[in-house]
C-alpha cells in the first residue's frame, strides 16, 4: 500500500487529507489496529525517530509520549525504585520490563501534558509495556513489532479502535525531505545529525567534569530537542527528560517552563505527596489534576472546604512555598539541554533553581562570556556543543 486516506487533517473542515509515498513505493508502516489521524501519524512519525536514536546512542530500550508534535516525555529502559514507581502509579504491576520502564518513566514525567498521548516505543512491545498502556488515557502507539499477548492487550482497548501502528525498522527515508505551506514547496536536508557523547568534549567551563550518568542525560535531553517545536529546552536527570519547554518565542520563557516542569516532578517525591490519601474510585486524570494543583499556586482549589472532599479522604495540610522550597533544594546532579546559545545568563540562574549541575548548548552568543560567568558562580560545567537544533 502505498497511499492512506484519512478522515480530515489537523482540524475536521481540512478535507481531503491522506498520506502516500510520491515515489509510488510502499508505506513504511502497518496499521494494526484503529484509524490513525493526520497529528496521529505527525507524532508517531517524530516520536520514532526520537526513540531510534535514543536507543542507538544509549544501547537501551527507549519510549517517548507525544502530544502535538512535541514530546512530553522520553526516557531509556532504567530500573525503577519505590519512589519512582509510586509517583509513576507503578507500585501495583510487579516489576516491569526495560521496555516498560522507559514508558513509565516517558509517561510519568509530566503526566498532564501526557493525557491522551501517542506512544513511540523503540523496540517490540511486550506484554508488559502494553498492559501499561492499556490502562492510561492514549490515543496509539508506534513500535517495530508486538509480541503477540501485547498485541491482543492493546487491540482490546478503546473497544479494538485504540491505533496499533507497526513500523518498518530498517526504513531509511530520502535524505532530502521536502513540504507545501501557502503553496511553496520547502526543501532541506533531513536533520541526520548524530548526537553523541563527542558532541559534549568542548567543556567551557571552570568545571570540566560531566560523569558518564550526566552525559547520557545530556544525550537524552539533546536527542529530545532534536525533534521538539522550537524554541525548546529539556531537563533530564536519571535516564529521563523531567522537565521540556517547547515552542516558546523566548529561550528565558522556555527555560521556566521547563524547569517548573522539572520542579513539579521533583515536588511530586516529597512525601506531603505521596502521602495524600485519595478517595476511593477516583479517575487516573482527576488524581493527577489534584497533585497539580495542590503543588502549585492555586493549592486552595483544591483544599477549600466543601471542595477537598472530593479528592481526598483526610484533608491534607498545605504544602507551603518555604516548604517546597526546601524539599527543590535537594534536587541534585541534573542535566540541562538547549536547542540553541543561551543569549543571557538569566537562563542560568533559573536552570540553577532546578538543580541543574550539567549544561550542554551550541554556544555562540555574542554574550557567550556573560552566560560562562553565570555558570562558574554556581560550579555547573557546560559544554558547547557549536551545533544547533531547530525543529518546526
Known sequence: MNEMELKYGCNPNQKPARVFMKDGGELPFRVLSGRPGYINL?????????VRELKKATGLPAATSFKHVSPAGAAVGL????????????DDMGELSPLASAYARARGADRMSSFGDFISLSDVCDADTARLIKREVSDGVIAPGYEPEALEILKSKKNGNYCV??????YEPDPIERKQVFGVFFEQGRNNLDINKEMLANVVTDNKEIPDLAKIDLIISLITLKYTQS???????????????AGQQSRVHCTRLAGQKADNWYLRQ???VLNLQFVDGIKRADRDNAID????DEYMDVLADGV????????PPVFTKEEKRAWLDGMTEVALGSDAFFPFGDNIERAHKSGVKYIAQPGGSVRDDNVIETCNKYGIAMAFTGIRLFHH
Request: hydrophobic share 40%.
Open 293 to 296: 494543583v495542590y503543588i502549585g
Open 270 to 272: 516529597a512525601p506531603q
Open 308 to 315: 477537598w472532599e472530593k479528592t481526598f479522604k483526610v484533608k
Open 165 to 170: 501502528i507497526e513500523i518498518d525498522e530498517n
Open 42 to 50: 505527525l507524532d508517531a512519525f517524530n516520536g520514532w525517530q526520537l
Open 79 to 90: 530500573p525503577l525504585d519505590e519512589t519512582m514507581r509510586k509517583i509513576y502509579w507503578v
Open 231 to 245: 524554541n525548546s529546552v529539556c531537563y533530564a536527570k536519571g535516564g529521563q527528560a523531567i522537565g521540556i519547554g
